[in-house]
């Protein structure tokens, strides 16, 4: 770890688009920084698939990142983060930050009445990640999770606002809601896009967003090691203007690429699309 530069760039990988969400958040909190984000769009998704699995693939696509000399890897997919996360700190030569922890310390001291629910794919809730993590912060709350498995194709369909959305909503989280929960951690890359669904039926429930709490943690671990590009030392390196003064570049990856994959960036990033480059899985794994 001692050749960490601040000039390198910052690593980002997801199973496949719905990490956006997290390299918006990260983009907007750091603007000096270059950014190299991968998709593993060929293989998405990875909430179905087992541990061993996904193990694999992550191992593949860190290893991928390395190449590009990252100073720290953020696994911006919470089923990444909940089978993989701590094999791959032991394993790789830069720090690595998931979404797992930063949710589950913002529910923990959000929560007033003790009761919180998570939300994810199967095996991401299967894995029980957030419960461990959660438990580990304060062992004194109850914890309601549910697998939404409909919830990532409906968000890609772009249905947000149908009300068969609501329905599918109600459907799972009306049991969580009866046990009084006061906070929901959207414990999947996609689901912050249905924040505003899930607020106009349950407008008490608070709502953590990982990918707001991931982006601060890696903001804290880049100050915290001084390994932090502000924005005035980077120089307008990419072209990548938003409004926040940003500087930085933002190269994104993708194992496979379709028509369908490019109308996603529009609806998972937040900023000024980016052209996205194809690499091979076969490549990867060389
Ligand atoms: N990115 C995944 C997550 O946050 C969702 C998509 C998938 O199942 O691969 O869990």
Known sequence: MSELKPSSPI???????????????????????????????????????????????????SEYLLRFDIKLLVIACNTVSAHAESILREELPCPVIGVIHPGARAVVAQSRTGRVGVIGTR???????????IRRLNSDLSIFSKACPLLVPVIEEGWM??????????????????EDVDSLVLGCTHYPLLK???????????????????????KQQLEERELLREASESGPTSG??????????????LTDIT????????????????????????????
Not at 123 to 132: F, N, V
Not at 161 to 178: C, F, N, P
């Open 11 to 61: 690593g980002v990988f997801d199973s496949g688009m719905g990490g956006l969400t997290v390299l918006s958040e990260l983009v907007s909190a750091l603007p000096g920084e270059d950014f190299v984000y991968l998709g593993d769009t060929a293989r998405v998704p990875y909430g179905s698939r087992s541990p061993g699995t996904i193990l694999r693939y992550s191992r593949e696509v």
């Open 123 to 133: 095996s991401t809730i299967k894995s029980g990640a957030y419960e461990r993590e």
């Open 161 to 178: 606002d149908k009300k068969v959305t609501g329905q599918i909503l109600q459907e799972y989280l009306s049991e969580m809601v009866r």
């Open 196 to 218: 505003k669904a899930i607020k106009d039926q349950y407008p008490e429930l608070k709502l953590i967003d990982s990918s707001v709490e991931t982006a601060r943690a890696v």
């Open 240 to 253: 990548l203007k938003t409004d926040n003064g940003n500087r930085g570049s933002v190269r994104i990856l």
């Open 259 to 286: 028509d369908h994959i490019e109308s996603l960036e529009r609806l998972f990033f937040r900023h000024p699309f980016q052209s996205l480059e194809e690499i091979q899985i076969d490549d990867m794994t060389r």
